[in-house]
């Protein structure tokens, strides 16, 4: 069974699971063996996925939203989405700084990669405009960057110009590889280290919108069924020579814009879509020939991937703030690791359960199910 409730893609879902792990596992226990599985492959890891599945499911989901209601109610959620994913961001950065405090200031430094807060008004107005930004927890800027200019490219693709998207999003790549503006990169606080090039990361975002917007008409996933085999066999090819000729001593230092994580080395964008697609095809044969629950944590945990991001962030500041202070054993990190993605696995599995969808209406159903009927009309 590939599909699910509301006809979700249950293979995409399980990828945007395991890119959650894949940034869990480097987050909180990089170096263990919890970390190798989903960091195998040279130069692909859970960012690179995360941002390419954004963008191939708003694609999807959008197109639908646009053939079955309007264009205008598909920019209505869409603009909802930015207003959600600024205040995700925001209240990571106020977590920075609330947590600031149970850390020394080397350890905060250690932990978050931010200057300490020692005026604490200036560094929360940094926070409410998303320029205080923690190690782990700096993707949603990237991600609210990317969905903003998609309120301009789905009216485009709407109209059916999608080479214009593509021939922009390629153009404005290359550019960004050629040279990088200040307006191009995103740095984790004002006069800090660059650490991502939105210019560059888009292309990823961006093909991959194009690709969900014509994902039914095409028929991808029965395409990719047919290709798996070469799919796997090629990737693995890829694997390989990427590891022995592009990672070897002698070509490695040569070859660091091909390899760039910050700019999105133009390898980076190649594997990305490469093992994506494979994995997606690996996941679909697995939900057809065995029971969903072999991949449900995947599956529960990537239908809320959005909240599964957000959660490991916070618990990148609290858990050394709160229970247990870096540095941390092999076994520590890992056991951190699991605690923390078997969170997001339970909060997933929590909001299906008791059918969770919106959380902001949430407050007024507690009011409606406590007050009288009436007293709250």
């Given at each position: 069974m590939s599909r699910g409730p509301g006809g979700r893609d249950l293979a995409i879902d399980a990828l945007r699971g395991l890119s959650i792990w894949s940034m869990v596992s480097l987050h909180f226990a990089e170096g263990t063996w919890a970390a190798e599985p989903t960091h195998l492959f040279p130069y692909m890891d859970g960012m690179s996925a995360f941002v390419l599945l954004s963008g191939l499911v708003l694609g999807i989901v959008h197109r639908r939203w646009t053939a079955r209601f309007s264009l205008r109610y598909s920019m209505d959620r869409l603009v909802r989405r930015v207003v959600v994913l600024y205040l995700c961001q925001a209240m990571i950065g106020l977590a920075a700084v609330w947590a600031a405090h149970a850390f020394t200031r080397r350890q905060f430094r250690t932990v978050a990669l931010l200057p300490y807060p020692t005026d604490v008004g200036e560094k929360i107005r940094w926070a409410l405009g998303l320029r205080y930004l923690p190690s782990g927890g700096n993707i949603l800027l990237l991600y609210l960057i990317l969905m903003a200019l998609a309120l301009v490219v789905i009216p485009v693709m709407a109209r059916g110009w999608w080479p214009v998207i593509v021939g922009c999003s390629v153009a404005l790549y290359v550019a960004s590889q050629a040279w990088t503006a200040d307006w191009m990169v995103i740095t984790s606080f004002p006069g800090g280290v660059e650490i991502q090039n939105w210019a560059a990361w888009q292309v990823?975002?961006?093909?991959?919108?194009?690709?969900?917007?014509?994902?039914?008409?095409?028929?991808?996933?029965?395409?990719v069924d047919a290709a798996l085999p070469v799919l796997v066999?090629?990737?693995?090819?890829?694997?390989?020579?990427?590891?022995?000729?592009?990672?070897?001593?002698?070509?490695?230092?040569?070859?660091t814009l091909l390899i760039d994580k910050v700019d999105l080395g133009v390898v980076r964008v190649i594997v990305a879509f490469l093992v994506a697609t494979t994995l997606y095809g690996v996941f679909r044969a697995v939900l057809r020939w065995t029971r969903r629950d072999v991949l449900r944590p995947l599956v529960s945990t990537g239908s809320r991937s959005l909240d599964s991001y957000v959660i490991q962030a916070l618990a990148l500041l609290a858990v050394p703030a709160v229970i247990v202070a870096r540095p941390w054993s092999p076994t520590t990190a890992m056991v951190a690791a699991v605690a923390v993605f078997a969170t997001c696995w339970l909060w997933a599995e929590a909001r299906t359960r008791f059918r969770i969808d919106k959380l902001h209406r949430q407050p007024g159903r507690l009011v409606r199910a406590v007050l009288p009927k009436g007293r709250h009309q």
């Open positions: 990823l975002f961006m093909l991959a919108l194009v690709v969900g917007w014509h994902w039914d008409r095409l028929r991808v996933p029965e395409r066999a090629v990737t693995l090819a890829v694997g390989f020579t990427v590891r022995d000729v592009i990672r070897s001593p002698k070509v490695v230092k040569q070859s």
